[in-house]
């Protein structure tokens, strides 16, 4: 199964992506939010709509996307990944959107506390998941994804131009005390990378524009997985 990660759209269609999807059999294409520029909502809208037509889609929303952007999510063709653990194929994903405080006050961020408390409520959740989907679950098998937009602190995702480590706390503490196999987050632009947090991958593509995304490949029989950027 092959699963594209994508970021930080900003109003910005890539061709380069589209005709990416339509090449290759992707599975999954999981958004970690900013996909507007502080809308507008047609935008979002559209995108989804358009990406969804060609496999399925999860969504997060970002700091950049107005408080609108959620329920657009919600109402367009792709499956809204916030506050929610979705299941797919034997792969948890676990979404929370909006980021941690950033110093240009925008729409949708939370403080550190708030971060921590949904995602850490999410995470609570998990036994129900599991046991609702018990029949379909392979337990052996299944892989666990932490999707947000805040990249963890200190890491090479929230690293910027001056070298210092702007993401999230929150993150960072949650993916310390959990299991994750692979954390997908964006929000820090110039931070296009895939590093390792503990036994945790981290993995942002950067913006959409740029023509990357992180391309997770997972075996169907087994837990095998394997997480490389690819260009567009
Ligand atoms: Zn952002």
Do not use: Q, W
């Not at 060609?54 to 999510?73: F, H, L, M, Q």
């Not at 609570?124 to 998941?129: A, F, H, I, P």
């Not at 990249?151 to 001056?162: T, Y």
């Amino acid at each position: 199964m092959k699963i594209i990660h994508i970021s930080d759209v900003h109003c910005t269609e890539n061709k380069n992506f589209l005709k990416y999807l339509d090449e290759n059999e992707i599975d999954l294409v999981l958004v970690s939010g900013d996909i507007t520029d502080f809308g507008p909502d047609e935008f979002a809208k559209d995108f989804l709509n358009k990406l969804a037509s060609k496999t399925s889609v999860i969504a997060i929303y970002g700091n950049c996307d107005i408080e609108t952007i959620p329920y657009v999510i919600e109402n367009s063709k792709a499956i809204s990944g916030h506050n929610k653990i979705n299941l797919f194929k034997n792969v948890l994903i676990y979404g929370f959107g909006g980021s941690s405080p950033t110093p240009f006050s925008t729409p949708s961020e939370l403080s550190e506390e708030d971060l921590y408390m949904g995602l850490n409520n999410l995470i609570d959740y998990e036994s129900v998941v599991i046991e609702e989907n018990s029949s379909v679950i392979n337990k052996d098998n299944i892989i666990k994804i932490l999707l947000t937009h805040s990249p963890p602190f200190e890491s090479e995702a929230d690293k910027i131009l001056s070298g210092d480590h702007v993401g999230s706390k929150a993150v960072r503490n949650i993916i310390n005390e959990n299991d994750f196999d692979i954390n997908l987050c964006g929000h820090i632009h110039e931070a296009k990378s895939i590093s390792k947090l503990n036994k945790t991958i981290i993995a942002n593509p950067g913006m959409l524009k740029d023509n990357y995304g992180v391309l997770i490949t997972k075996n169907n029989d087994s837990r095998d997985f394997d997480v490389e950027l690819v260009k567009f």
